[in-house]
Each structure stands twice: as C-alpha cells, then as structure tokens.
Nanobody, 126 residues
Framework: VQLQASGGGLVQAGGSLRLSCAAS????????IGWFRQAPGKEREFVAA????????YYADSVKDRFAVSRDNAKNTVFLQLNSLKPEDTAVYYC????????????????????WGQGTQVTVSS
C-alpha cells in the first residue's frame, strides 16, 4: 500500500491543522493506520492510530484531548486533526500502515508498521 501525507504548514500556537493520509495500491479498509512524528534531533514518536473499522483510536499522552484521528474508507483517507497546537508539536508527521490487515496490538510501536508515507512538515510558531 502506498501512503501520501499532506496538510502540513506553518501555524501560530493555539491554531489548528488537518492532516490527511491518502492510500493507494491495495484495499485500504482492513488496515490500521498510525501517525508518527519526528522533530529535528529527536527520535520518531507515536502520535495516534486508528483501527480499520474506526472502533479503536489510540493517542500519545502529549496529544490526547488536542488531536483527533478519523478515517473515511470510501475515500481511502485517514485524517489527523491537530488543535491547540504548541511549538513542541513542530515536526515532520508521517502516516504508516502495517504489513497485515486487522492489526490492533501495540500500534504505538513503529516496528508494527511496514509502509510509510513521505511525511508532511508541521511548524508551530510561538
């Protein structure tokens, strides 16, 4: 499956952005999709994930209550709504999918994911 993340940009602290992850190349509806981010000089970290049926969503503590993940399987797209943005949210955001369908365990671990999008830059100014 090929993934394409988009929607990043420059925003002031307190602002919002909506990221999209468009999938192609394979049936999308059975895949859990994860969002990760990587800031300069830091390791990649888990942000959020959503199962194939939208019944389970997962968030890092640092973004819980500010970010929301959703999906539209008919459009092969997963969304990440970023609200109340902080300068520390500045990073390249990536979406990813596992090699297999119907994965719901340990979705906060990057080694669960096989396919990665190219990333989209989010910059939050203070």
């Amino acid at each position: 499956v090929q993934l394409q993340a988009s929607g990043g940009g420059l925003v002031q602290a307190g602002g919002s952005l909506r990221l999209s992850c468009a999938a192609s190349g394979r049936y999308f509806g059975g895949y859990t999709i994860g969002w990760f981010r990587q800031a300069p000089g830091k390791e990649r970290e888990f942000v959020a994930a959503i199962t194939w049926d939208s019944k389970r969503t997962y968030y890092a503590d640092s973004v819980k209550d500010r970010f929301a993940v959703s999906r539209d399987n008919a459009k092969n797209t997963v969304f990440l709504q970023l609200n109340s943005l902080k300068p520390e949210d500045t990073a390249v955001y990536y979406c990813a999918a596992p090699a297999e369908e119907y994965v719901y365990g340990e979705v906060w671990k990057s080694n669960v994911y096989e396919y990665w999008g190219q990333g989209t830059q989010v910059t939050v100014s203070s």
